[in-house]
């Protein structure tokens, strides 16, 4: 409901009854928590407030009584309805989950058109946690609010990030060779996927170092393998040759240039290649979206050809099922949405469409050339006039190079505040790229999604 009618002080009457029903959700309570200032954990979803190692989740009894609020400012009296004063008495506490009921009912009228109300909130079930009496000023006029223009709210949490930390943590953690953790933001990711029993760590590179970056964290390491050699091409062959041995399962990115650690990973002989292009892909948790969304490639294929591109839609389209996505659907993005010979891109992303629809792309839907807002929005991709199963439902975004896919990646982790997972795919095993701007969230994530991915591929 967008539009709200107020009930002018000549309408009212004395026995005159308003209800409001809400769901309380677990973003109430943060809503609430930042509006108010009031963080007690007691009232927090999975915090545990009295320690005995159980949230409580309580909505906030004056929460309840905002309910009270919306009540007399959107049915009755309704808008222009101001506030004069409000008793109140506590019964019973809320959680997410419950149903609420609230009643507001006219007891008496007076002069300048004071409106004095019972007012009560009660579960659907009729257990009664707050009553009271409000004191108002009715509106002498009846007037007519358009709430559609009010900015909605989006809380900033990372629900599909918890559910697939969730899922590997279930899994054995997997052997891990994490090249030249030297310094110790690089170190971190590592100490966090072995403390999360996502990973067991190989330690290679300069000892020395990595002792010290484990002293500046506070990291126990002295049950970790940990292999010395400070030359960091030597240690990237070093790691490569533990999954040939059987004792690694994924590599993890230290600190060491990106191309030092993938040359020994493509090498024809004794590298990890499998016959396919290797690709980067951002796994993302955006806030407001209901789904994980894929980008590539941000961190490898520079400007991919048509040929290259066929293995960086097949990479996404394998993590994506791998992460629960059964029939992912891929936008492949260009400018504009419409076949044109002076933007290659748009080419490129037609003739995708049509490998896949003839079986030389599997395991999603491939569509394009999309346009950013009709990927992902429904509304646009109607106003288009575009007719199609990815159109405004992409899980899977390709953009047309390095360049776009890096500038669309990190928009939406520094303007949107999504979470972002980097892992590489088209080897042998999964290559873990963090970030030094990387939080604990994304790299747990990324260690996260490497496992899930060994795992399905060790499945196979």
Same mark, same amino acid.
């Given at each position: 409901?967008?539009? #709200? $009618?107020? /009930? !002018?002080?000549?309408?009212?009457?004395?026995?005159?009854?308003?209800?409001?029903?809400?769901?309380?959700?677990?973003?109430?309570?943060?809503?609430?928590?930042?509006?108010?200032?009031?963080?007690?954990?007691?009232?927090?979803?999975?915090?545990?407030?009295?320690?005995?190692?159980? !949230?409580?989740?309580?909505?906030?009894?004056?929460?309840?009584?905002?309910?009270?609020?919306?009540?007399?400012?959107?049915?009755?009296?309704?808008?222009?309805?101001?506030?004069?004063?409000?008793?109140?008495?506590? +019964?019973?506490?809320?959680?997410?989950?419950?149903?609420?009921?609230?009643?507001?009912? *006219?007891?008496?009228?007076?002069?300048?058109?004071?409106? $004095? %109300?019972?007012? $009560?909130?009660?579960?659907?079930?009729?257990?009664?946690? *707050?009553?009271?009496?409000?004191?108002?000023?009715?509106? =002498?006029?009846?007037?007519?609010?358009?709430?559609?223009?009010?900015?909605?709210?989006?809380?900033?949490?990372?629900?599909? #990030?918890? $559910? %697939? @930390?969730?899922?590997?943590?279930?899994?054995?953690?997997?052997?891990?060779?994490?090249?030249?953790?030297?310094?110790?933001?690089?170190?971190?990711?590592?100490?966090?996927?072995?403390?999360?029993?996502?990973?067991?760590?190989?330690?290679?590179?300069?000892?020395?170092?990595?002792?010290?970056?484990?002293?500046? /964290?506070?990291?126990?390491?002295?049950?970790?393998?940990?292999?010395?050699?400070?030359? +960091?091409? =030597?240690?990237?062959?070093?790691?490569?040759?533990?999954?040939?041995?059987?004792?690694?399962?994924?590599?993890?990115?230290?600190?060491?240039?990106?191309?030092?650690?993938?040359?020994?990973?493509?090498?024809?002989?004794?590298?990890?290649?499998?016959?396919?292009? @290797?690709? +980067?892909?951002?796994?993302?948790?955006?806030?407001?979206?209901?789904?994980?969304? #894929?980008?590539?490639?941000?961190?490898?294929?520079?400007?991919?050809? @048509?040929?290259?591109?066929?293995?960086?839609?097949?990479?996404?389209?394998? %993590?994506?099922?791998?992460?629960?996505?059964?029939?992912?659907?891929?936008?492949?993005?260009?400018?504009?949405?419409? *076949?044109?010979?002076?933007?290659?891109?748009?080419?490129?992303?037609?003739?995708?469409?049509?490998?896949?629809?003839?079986?030389?792309?599997?395991?999603?839907?491939?569509?394009? !050339?999309?346009?950013?807002?009709?990927?992902?929005?429904?509304?646009?991709?109607?106003?288009?006039?575009?007719?199609?199963?990815?159109?405004?439902?992409?899980?899977?975004?390709?953009?047309?190079?390095?360049?776009?896919?890096?500038?669309?990646?990190?928009?939406?982790?520094?303007?949107?505040?999504?979470?972002?997972?980097?892992?590489?795919?088209?080897?042998?095993?999964?290559?873990?790229?963090?970030?030094?701007?990387?939080?604990?969230?994304?790299?747990?994530?990324?260690?996260?999604?490497?496992? %899930?991915?060994?795992?399905?591929?060790?499945?196979?």
């Amino acid at each position: 409901m967008t539009e #709200f $009618r107020s /009930i !002018p002080f000549e309408a009212l009457r004395v026995g005159q009854e308003a209800t409001g029903r809400r769901l309380c959700v677990a973003d109430d309570l943060y809503v609430f928590a930042h509006s108010s200032g009031n963080l007690n954990p007691m009232h927090l979803p999975h915090a545990d407030g009295d320690g005995d190692g159980v !949230p409580e989740a309580v909505a906030p009894s004056m929460w309840l009584a905002a309910l009270i609020s919306s009540v007399l400012g959107n049915r009755m009296p309704g808008p222009g309805t101001l506030y004069r004063s409000q008793t109140l008495s506590f +019964h019973g506490h809320a959680q997410p989950g419950d149903e609420l009921v609230t009643t507001v009912r *006219v007891l008496d009228l007076g002069p300048g058109r004071l409106v $004095r %109300l019972a007012t $009560r909130v009660e579960t659907a079930h009729g257990v009664l946690l *707050v009553e009271g009496e409000a004191e108002v000023m009715a509106p =002498a006029e009846e007037t007519v609010f358009d709430a559609t223009g009010v900015p909605g709210l989006v809380v900033e949490r990372h629900v599909q #990030f918890d $559910r %697939l @930390l969730a899922q590997a943590e279930t899994l054995p953690p997997i052997p891990t060779a994490v090249i030249s953790p030297e310094k110790a933001d690089a170190l971190a990711g590592a100490i966090l996927g072995r403390d999360h029993t996502l990973i067991t760590p190989i330690l290679i590179g300069d000892a020395r170092l990595i002792a010290a970056a484990a002293a500046e /964290i506070g990291a126990d390491i002295s049950g970790l393998e940990i292999i010395d050699l400070p030359d +960091h091409s =030597a240690a990237a062959a070093r790691g490569v040759a533990l999954v040939h041995e059987g004792r690694a399962q994924a590599l993890m990115k230290g600190h060491l240039h990106t191309d030092v650690l993938l040359k020994h990973v493509v090498k024809r002989e004794g590298g990890l290649r499998m016959g396919r292009m @290797l690709s +980067h892909v951002f796994v993302m948790d955006v806030p407001g979206l209901d789904h994980l969304l #894929f980008v590539t490639d941000a961190a490898i294929n520079i400007a991919p050809d @048509l040929e290259c591109k066929v293995d960086i839609v097949q990479n996404a389209i394998d %993590l994506a099922r791998t992460l629960g996505i059964e029939v992912p659907k891929v936008g492949v993005l260009s400018a504009v949405e419409t *076949v044109t010979p002076k933007l290659p891109s748009t080419l490129d992303a037609a003739v995708l469409s049509k490998m896949a629809e003839r079986g030389q792309i599997t395991g999603g839907l491939v569509d394009g !050339p999309l346009a950013m807002d009709n990927a992902v929005n429904l509304e646009a991709a109607r106003t288009k006039g575009i007719k199609s199963l990815v159109a405004g439902r992409a899980d899977v975004l390709v953009a047309p190079n390095l360049e776009a896919a890096n500038m669309l990646a990190k928009e939406l982790t520094f303007i949107a505040h999504a979470e972002a997972a980097g892992v590489v795919i088209g080897a042998q095993v999964p290559v873990i790229l963090t970030s030094r701007a990387d939080d604990e969230k994304a790299r747990l994530a990324s260690c996260a999604v490497a496992a %899930l991915y060994a795992a399905r591929k060790a499945a196979l």
